[in-house]
């Protein structure tokens, strides 16, 4: 919070011709050394956990910031105060402040919904859950969808001994892939949205997709939840399931959430205003003031009672906002070599793209996929959407296949890591906190590698 502070007051303070300079980070002269604190950053969230647990409790948010400043002090040294500034206020306020601000509203009014499934989690329940919040992700969110289906499926199975798997096929599915229905679904669509591509495009061109892996997934996740049932000594009959909902009128709140961002992707405002010294269009302001007011509806008007029947807490979502602001800060200068294309010391991965001027649509889905999943993929999404022409048009009629394996790259593989997307690390802090023993970083990783990667192998062969 202090540094959000430090942004609204310190940045509104300065005038914004300061800021207008019109330079941008100059990706081609640097160095993979500048990946250093981004690399930091990933190997404290892969190792502190597992080493030094308590440390990390404690301070990750302080670790977070460390390697943020870190990134910020030798830009500044390099590049000086003012484009230092330009490269951080715009990551700010153009990615880091609307991701937390739409996570932050579609937490808050999932977690005045209060879902009572009457039935004991039996495989066939549990499945049918993970296969309805997969199809909602895509409508409300992989956030919204998130966390409004993984209480229930919690509650339901407290009464089992292995529940790892019930969280990890819930992050694969409900926290991943069903977010490629829409540009609603997950924030690399929506950024295609906003550059132009149609709002039903994914549903038409990407659906079959969707279906080649959730049917799988689902599938496994049968077999595998019958065995630990049947180890366990649980009965598999099926009893009548009757559903009650709480806190209904927070499901017109998600509405308004899918109304907000819908108007700032079609309407387009001409009215830009100075927020930091960063140019912001009046639509993305008045959808974010929106999205906060929403949220804050959901919050006062919701009972208290309906809060604590889900063990409702901040926690996991300030764990999103301080790591996922080390995440952000860092990757600036990653994204400016991955900008750099031809030019940047990434060029030799950049050139794979490419074979004799056509595009080489298996490397774009894994390149994109890739980077994905541990890179923020909205901007990964973006360097690709570009570098393949960026534009809309073209990118839905003649390289429609290069458009698609971009869109499935970013959004599929977002699920081989808990940073790959927002949900996985909320989903995960959740579950820890109803003492669920989640796999570490590279734990979780075995899971993704084993069950995941063949089924996206297949599909990249099969689709590319």
Known sequence: MGVKIFFLTFGLMLPAPLFATGAELPGQELSLWWGLPFVGMLLSLAFMPLLAVHIWENHYGKIALMWSLMTIFALINFFGFTLAWQEVAQTFFHHYLPFIIIISALYTISGGIKIDIH??????????????????????????????????????????????????????????????????????????????????????????????????????????????????????????????????????????????????????????????????????????????????????????????ENHFSWEPLKEVAKLFFGIFMTVIPVIAILAAGHGGALAPLISLVEINGEPNNMMYFWLTGGLSSFLDNAPTYLVFFHMAGGEAATLMTTLTHTLEAISLGAVFLGAMTYIGNAPNFMVKAIAERRKVAMPSFFGYMVWSVVILLPLFVLLSLWRF
């Open 119 to 308: 039935s004991p989690g039996t495989p066939l329940v549990n499945t049918v859950l993970l296969g309805v919040g997969t199809f909602l992700a895509g409508w409300i969110g992989t956030t919204g969808a998130s966390m409004l289906f993984v209480r229930p499926l919690l509650h339901i199975n407290e009464h089992r001994q292995m529940r790892v798997h019930h969280m990890v096929f819930f992050i694969f599915l409900v926290g991943n892939v069903g977010g490629i229905l829409t540009p609603l679904g997950d924030p690399p669509l929506f950024l295609g949205f906003l550059n132009g591509v149609d709002f039903f495009w994914p549903l038409q061109k990407l659906g079959f997709d969707l279906i080649l892996i959730t049917a799988p997934l689902l599938l496994l996740f049968y077999g595998v939840d019958s065995y630990f049932t049947w180890k366990e000594g649980h009965p598999f009959r099926h009893q009548s399931t009757g559903i009650t909902l709480k806190g209904k009128y927070n499901g017109l709140l998600f509405i308004g959430v899918i109304g907000l961002v819908l108007m700032s992707g079609i309407w387009q405002s001409n009215i830009s205003l100075y927020v930091g010294g960063v140019s912001m269009e009046l639509s993305n302001l008045l959808r974010d003031m929106g999205l906060i007011f929403l949220a804050l509806t959901s919050w006062f008007f919701t009972p208290s009672e309906i809060h604590k």
